[in-house]
């Protein structure tokens, strides 16, 4: 297997090319190529390409690449859900103040509304023990 290698345009250094060779899926001019994302969910996609650009970027930043690079096109809602999900359950996606990063960017980012279910779920907790507590305390 031959590597294939070019100048590249961001630095003037040699380097493999980009686009991977045959079969593609990589990035052209810091862009997905046109098949970087085929098969790949949302969130997959999405934290490839943030790890690629290696930047924050918008919910339409994000929709705009995930077309570019072979994934159709998919609603601002549909694909804010999504990440939204992905941040809820998984975690290594995370919304700062509207624009998408990886969590391992930001090791101490704790997001607002998770840490207020947190203090929520734990008073939630306090009344009920207190109630169970009262009601063996009358039998």
Same mark, same amino acid.
């Given at each position: 297997?031959?590597?294939?290698?070019? /100048?590249? &345009?961001?630095?003037?250094?040699?380097? !493999?090319?980009?686009?991977?060779? /045959?079969?593609?899926?990589?990035?052209?001019?810091?862009?997905?190529?046109?098949?970087?994302?085929?098969?790949?969910?949302?969130?997959?996609?999405?934290?490839?390409? @943030?790890?690629?650009?290696?930047?924050? @970027?918008?919910?339409?930043?994000?929709?705009?690449?995930?077309?570019?690079g072979g994934l159709?096109?998919?609603?601002?809602?549909?694909?804010?859900?999504? @990440? =939204? =999900? =992905? +941040?809820?359950?998984?975690?290594?996606?995370?919304?700062? &103040?509207?624009?998408?990063?990886?969590?391992?960017?930001?090791?101490?980012? =704790?997001? &607002?509304?998770?840490?207020?279910?947190? +203090?929520?779920?734990?008073?939630?907790? +306090? !009344?009920?023990?207190?109630?169970?507590?009262?009601?063996?305390?009358?039998?």
């Amino acid at each position: 297997m031959t590597l294939q290698l070019q /100048p590249s &345009k961001d630095y003037g250094q040699v380097g !493999p090319n980009p686009s991977g060779g /045959p079969g593609g899926g990589g990035y052209v001019g810091g862009a997905p190529a046109h098949d970087a994302f085929i098969g790949m969910s949302i969130p997959e996609a999405t934290k490839k390409h @943030l790890t690629a650009v290696r930047k924050k @970027l918008s919910t339409q930043e994000v929709m705009t690449a995930l077309e570019a690079g072979g994934l159709p096109p998919s609603k601002y809602s549909t694909v804010y859900a999504i @990440l =939204r =999900r =992905r +941040e809820n359950v998984i975690g290594d996606i995370i919304n700062m &103040k509207g624009d998408w990063a990886l969590q391992e960017w930001y090791p101490n980012y =704790r997001n &607002k509304k998770s840490s207020a279910n947190e +203090e929520t779920e734990e008073e939630g907790k +306090e !009344p009920s023990t207190a109630k169970e507590e009262k009601k063996s305390a009358t039998a």
